[in-house]
């Protein structure tokens, strides 16, 4: 029994390391902005807890949905990859990739953001490198949602 466990595991080792590497897509490579390693340049946001403090429920829950009818105009305009929040925590709140080059273009999309506005949220922007695949996650994400914000 063992001796046919391990033949059957050695097949599966062989038949992954030996898997065929996807063909290479120029067409999507370039749709993407990707550079020859896949990746392209972002602009990171880190959301955190800021100074202000709202003083009732329905400014809060008013803040709140500014904040989230912002991040998806700005993911149906293309401008941000990818968005969430982090678990509960004292100083960090959430995250932004925003698709642009410049922190500058990022901090004019920030501008737009009620909460971030008004200091609900302190933000740090910081230039990212990652995947150019990750423009194809919020067109993804909406295949995958049986419920929207």
């Known amino acids: 029994m063992k001796k046919i466990f391990c033949l059957v595991l050695a097949f599966f080792a062989f038949k992954i390391s030996h898997a065929q590497k996807p063909v290479y897509d120029s067409v999507l490579a370039k749709k993407l902005g990707a550079d020859d390693y896949g990746m392209k340049s972002y602009v990171m946001v880190l959301l955190k807890t800021g100074t202000y403090k709202a003083k009732t429920k329905g400014e809060s829950d008013s803040l709140f949905r500014g904040h989230m009818d912002n991040i998806i105009d700005l993911a149906n305009k293309g401008k941000l990859a990818l968005a969430g929040p982090f678990d509960k925590n004292d100083l960090y709140r ?3 990739i925003f698709n642009v080059k410049t922190i500058e273009e990022a901090k004019e999309l920030t501008a737009k953001d009620p909460a ?11 230039p990212w490198y990652g995947s150019a695949a990750v423009t194809e996650i919020n067109n993804i994400h909406k295949t995958i949602e049986k419920k929207s914000h």
């Open 94 to 96: 959430g995250i932004f």
């Open 116 to 126: 971030i506005k008004i200091n609900l949220f302190a933000v740090d922007y910081l």
